[in-house]
């Protein structure tokens, strides 16, 4: 499954927001990835509208996660930017050509369409399986504590 750029720079910010006690502006997430500020608030208008953050208006505005980062999954990140089609869309390749089968005859699923859809569930499950609370608590203890100190303090200035 590819997945877009705007999954990355989401999650990143999704981790960030599951620290903040108080509205992170846009353009300071944007700056801290060094991302393009038009590319990361359409990501962060994605989110908004798939309920998993909110914009708070006003000169201390910005975005915050919507419920607390164990209840938001990867996954739901990854829809709310990429959408919840499956990776795989099976067109019956089987009753094409000049040694069609007849869609009568097809009465059975097509076995690599069961192959594909079966990994498309795998990877779904797994990604589900991983909560932005989780990916925030991995960074937490692989980051070293004065960067982590740094970062929430840049980011509140």
């Keep these: 499954m590819k997945m877009s750029g705007g999954v ?11 620290a903040a006690t108080e509205p992170v502006a846009a353009a300071k997430l944007a700056e801290l990835h060094d991302a393009s500020p038009t590319y990361l608030a359409k990501q962060l208008q994605l989110l908004s509208r798939a309920g998993l953050v909110r914009s708070a208006p006003g000169q201390s505005g910005g975005y915050l996660l919507t419920r607390p980062a ?10 709310a930017i990429d ?10 390749v089987r009753q094409r050509g000049p040694m069609a089968i007849p ?13 594909m859809e079966s990994a498309d569930h795998a990877w779904r ?6 909560t932005i609370g989780t990916l925030a608590a991995t960074v937490t203890a692989t980051t070293p504590s004065e960067l982590l100190n740094s970062v929430s303090a840049w980011l509140s200035s």
Excluded: M, Y
Excluded at 8 to 18: D, F, K, N, Q, T
Excluded at 70 to 79: G, H, K, S
Excluded at 125 to 130: E, F, H, I, K, Q
């Design 103 to 115: 869609a009568e005859r097809c009465d059975t699923p097509c076995p690599i369409a069961q192959v």
């Design 8 to 18: 990355e720079w989401a999650l990143h910010c999704c981790v960030l927001l599951s």
């Design 83 to 92: 959408g919840s089609q499956p990776a795989f869309r099976c067109t019956e």
């Design 70 to 79: 164990t209840e938001i999954t990867v996954l739901d990140v990854v829809e």
């Design 125 to 130: 499950d797994s990604l589900r399986a991983v």
